[in-house]
């Protein structure tokens, strides 16, 4: 019992001092690259912060624990959507463009709406279970190529315009400009920073984990719950931390990248390496996902000029809180 509460703490101090790190380095990186924050917190920071989840789910489906994945991943994403986003917002309103708003919150709710339909087999077709199957998982994986080429192609896009706009600039040197960080010091921030995040996580479900087990609650549970919490905590740090930084790009960013990132990687490959059932997760949280999924870009477009105030962040808080009061209440 002393060990898991040591891993709490040890976990949590991880992820904390790792989101400063990692911010401050891809912000440094994306100027650098002439890419915007928003492409960084898309890519580099989402993936990094979303690598608990991978690590927790592609092992359960080695070990053939197949609702530890699908919770992990379900429970994530409601996570990400609901509390991050809303904390994030309490703490600074979060400005969004409408490239956000267009394309990239639609291709979260388009994850969500491909898992609920890929998880009710029986409903849909007669199946004799619910199985998010091996063909599945690379539909899923195949659904993240073309997120990955679209972003791509933006961030190419803007590295062009970027290198313009610098040519012009060129022979106007700004003396009192604060003095950017080095590339070597941004990618050493970057890369200490995501080490102390996945540390962190590991350890803070390693202790959290323990004292579930204990009380003899179900690994589905355990997936919604206190593994989700816990493997999101990187990206609740890292979004938080950027909004505090004025980052809004790799604060929203972090979080859609990581909610595309979870369902069309994180389950495209652990279905494809074992065929997954969702076992305890049912409707109830599948369709949770895809409310807030659809909550999300509603928000963000139309009660406000494109930005996510405080009241909304309130909302999506106290969403979160009656979510896990419920499920906790139908254990």
Not at 18 to 38: F, Q, V, Y
Not at 75 to 88: E, K, P
Not at 232 to 253: C, F, H, M, W, Y
Request: charged letters at 15%; glycine letters at 10%; proline letters at 3%.
């Amino acid at each position: 019992m002393l060990l898991a509460i040591l891993y709490t703490i040890l976990g949590l101090v991880g992820i904390l001092v790792g989101a400063s790190l990692l911010t401050d380095g891809a912000s440094a990186i994306a100027k650098k690259m002439g890419l915007s924050e928003l492409i960084i917190g898309l890519t580099v920071v989402s993936f990094g912060t979303s690598m608990p989840e991978w690590i927790i789910s592609t092992m359960s489906a080695i070990d053939h624990n197949a609702p530890l994945a699908v919770g992990n991943v379900v429970g994530s994403n409601i996570f990400n959507i609901l509390a991050i986003i809303g904390i994030t917002s309490l703490i600074r309103p979060i400005k969004v463009s409408r490239e956000i708003l267009t394309v990239q919150i639609p291709f979260v709710l388009l994850s969500s709406v491909v898992l609920l339909v890929m998880a009710n087999g029986r409903l849909l077709n007669g199946s004799p279970a619910n199985v998010i199957s091996r063909s599945d998982g690379i539909i899923l994986v195949l659904f993240f190529a073309v997120f990955m080429w679209y972003t791509v192609k933006e961030a190419l896009t803007q590295r062009a315009g970027q290198e313009r706009l610098e040519r012009k600039e060129e022979d106007k040197p700004d003396d009192k400009a604060k003095k950017p960080i080095s590339q070597l010091k941004a990618w050493i921030m970057l890369l200490v920073g995501l080490a102390l995040l996945i540390f962190g996580g590991d350890k803070f479900v390693d202790g959290a984990s323990d004292f579930a087990l204990r009380l003899g609650v179900s690994e589905g549970m355990i997936g919604l719950t206190i593994a989700a919490v816990g493997t999101s905590l990187p990206e609740l740090a890292t979004s938080a931390a950027a909004a505090i930084k004025k980052q809004n790009g790799i604060a929203v960013g972090n979080v859609i990248g990581s909610c595309v990132f979870n369902v069309f990687f994180v389950l495209g490959t652990a279905a494809t390496i074992y065929p997954l059932a969702p076992g305890t997760i049912g409707n109830f949280d599948l369709l949770t996902l895809t409310g807030a999924s659809l909550l999300f870009w509603i928000f963000g477009w139309f009660f406000a000029n494109k930005e996510f105030t405080r009241t909304e962040g309130a909302l999506l808080t106290a969403a979160y809180i009656a979510y896990m009061t419920l499920i906790i209440m139908r254990a």
